[in-house]
């Protein structure tokens, strides 16, 4: 089996990738440009020199027309994002165009190969937004409240749209937050986590966060892309809810955090420049489908992944101080 992973240099696509590996896939990583690629999440996970990675500009349909006509791939996994709710405020039109045409070129790829191959894409759980009724479902109404979220919902309507007007197996896996040790620096608990770690012995380190009354559903990453892959093994293509079925307080992960680490609760300020100008307030989704249907097995509660990540922090600290000091 051969599989398309975009977006392979982040946290979910370098885990998928270990996943298809073990599985005996044959992985090609796309990328924007070979020499500035980020592999050092591959590198974490020992598998940079497994994994083949190839030069695509997904905003280029020729060149994704090519890369797909002149390869047989069986498997696309499309990870590939601005996936920054924060920065799509800052890049409203980068967000929007990037996350809506880089999908469709795909998909038209697809369509135009004739080829069988079956599409992943990473949906959001930020496309539902204002929800009257929680948890969400599938079948929840969107109110997208970000530039994120829009392009987020375009994309998942034209994946459903390519279903149903040209029969590809194509589907969305909508996945509620999930974190790693390898998520990026400036989302929320990976920020946290990293700081505490950092600085837990500095008295004048003092964390800086935004709104921390809000709730999310929170899940963990090396578990999320095992729902990623069972999607695409399906006899037929289905969207799912992917996410742990439970909201977690931000305020109550920091208090959790600097207690596991023996902070001062007190160690973190609001800072107004962090605020949104709107801000969902609480959500978690339903996992009863990808439980029952993909026979997908999660079990951490959120607590549980916190524990998980400060240790792997601590561990990476540890040797990074004391390859220093060699």
């Given at each position: 089996?051969?599989?398309?992973?975009?977006?392979?240099?982040?946290?979910?696509?370098?885990?998928?990738?270990?996943?298809?590996?073990?599985?005996?896939?044959?992985?090609?990583?796309?990328?924007?440009?070979?020499?500035?690629?980020?592999?050092?999440?591959?590198?974490?996970?020992?598998?940079?020199?497994?994994?083949?990675?190839?030069?695509?500009?997904?905003?280029?349909?020729?060149?994704?027309?090519?890369?797909?006509?002149?390869?047989?791939?069986?498997?696309?996994?499309?990870?590939?994002?601005?996936?920054?709710?924060?920065?799509?405020?800052?890049?409203?039109?980068g967000t929007l165009q990037f996350n809506t045409t880089s999908v469709i070129n795909l998909l038209e790829a697809i369509r135009l190969s004739?080829?069988?191959?079956?599409?992943?894409?990473?949906?959001?759980?930020?496309?539902?937004?204002?929800?009257?009724?929680?948890?969400?479902?599938?079948?929840?109404?969107?109110?997208?409240?970000?530039?994120?979220?829009?392009?987020?919902?375009?994309?998942?309507?034209?994946?459903?749209?390519?279903?149903?007007?040209?029969?590809?197996?194509?589907?969305?896996?909508?996945?509620?937050?999930?974190?790693?040790?390898?998520?990026?620096?400036?989302?929320?608990?990976?920020?946290?986590?990293?700081?505490?770690?950092?600085?837990?012995?500095?008295?004048?380190?003092?964390?800086?966060?935004?709104?921390?009354?809000?709730?999310?559903?929170?899940?963990?990453?090396?578990?999320?892309?095992?729902?990623?892959?069972?999607?695409?093994?399906?006899?037929?293509?289905?969207?799912?809810?992917?996410?742990?079925?439970?909201?977690?307080?931000?305020?109550?992960?920091?208090?959790?955090?600097?207690?596991?680490?023996?902070?001062?609760?007190?160690?973190?300020?609001?800072?107004?420049?962090?605020?949104?100008?709107?801000?969902?307030?609480?959500?978690?989704?339903?996992?009863?489908?990808?439980?029952?249907?993909?026979?997908?097995?999660?079990?951490?509660?959120?607590?549980d992944v916190i524990d998980l990540l400060i240790k792997e922090e601590q561990a990476f600290i540890n040797n990074k101080n004391n390859n220093?000091?060699?």
């Amino acid at each position: 089996m051969k599989a398309i992973i975009t977006g392979i240099s982040g946290q979910d696509g370098a885990y998928l990738a270990k996943l298809l590996l073990e599985k005996g896939y044959s992985v090609t990583g796309i990328t924007r440009n070979n020499h500035t690629a980020n592999l050092e999440r591959l590198a974490y996970l020992n598998i940079e020199h497994q994994v083949q990675i190839e030069e695509c500009d997904l905003m280029d349909l020729s060149a994704v027309i090519n890369l797909i006509k002149t390869q047989d791939f069986d498997e696309i996994y499309n990870l590939a994002a601005q996936s920054s709710v924060g920065l799509s405020f800052s890049q409203p039109i980068g967000t929007l165009q990037f996350n809506t045409t880089s999908v469709i070129n795909l998909l038209e790829a697809i369509r135009l190969s004739k080829k069988n191959i079956k599409f992943y894409q990473a949906s959001s759980s930020e496309m539902y937004g204002k929800v009257k009724n929680l948890p969400v479902t599938i079948e929840t109404p969107m109110h997208p409240l970000s530039p994120y979220a829009i392009s987020k919902a375009s994309a998942y309507w034209m994946v459903v749209n390519y279903r149903e007007s040209y029969g590809l197996y194509a589907c969305n896996g909508v996945l509620f937050n999930h974190e790693s040790f390898l998520r990026a620096g400036n989302f929320f608990v990976k920020k946290i986590i990293s700081e505490a770690v950092q600085n837990k012995d500095n008295p004048d380190w003092m964390l800086k966060v935004g709104n921390i009354d809000i709730s999310r559903d929170f899940g963990y990453s090396a578990k999320y892309v095992e729902a990623m892959w069972l999607m695409l093994q399906q006899p037929c293509p289905k969207d799912y809810i992917i996410c742990s079925g439970q909201s977690v307080k931000l305020r109550s992960i920091i208090e959790y955090v600097f207690k596991t680490l023996n902070i001062s609760t007190e160690k973190y300020y609001i800072d107004k420049s962090l605020l949104r100008p709107t801000d969902i307030e609480d959500i978690y989704g339903d996992n009863e489908q990808a439980r029952k249907e993909l026979n997908w097995d999660y079990q951490y509660s959120f607590f549980d992944v916190i524990d998980l990540l400060i240790k792997e922090e601590q561990a990476f600290i540890n040797n990074k101080n004391n390859n220093s000091q060699l």
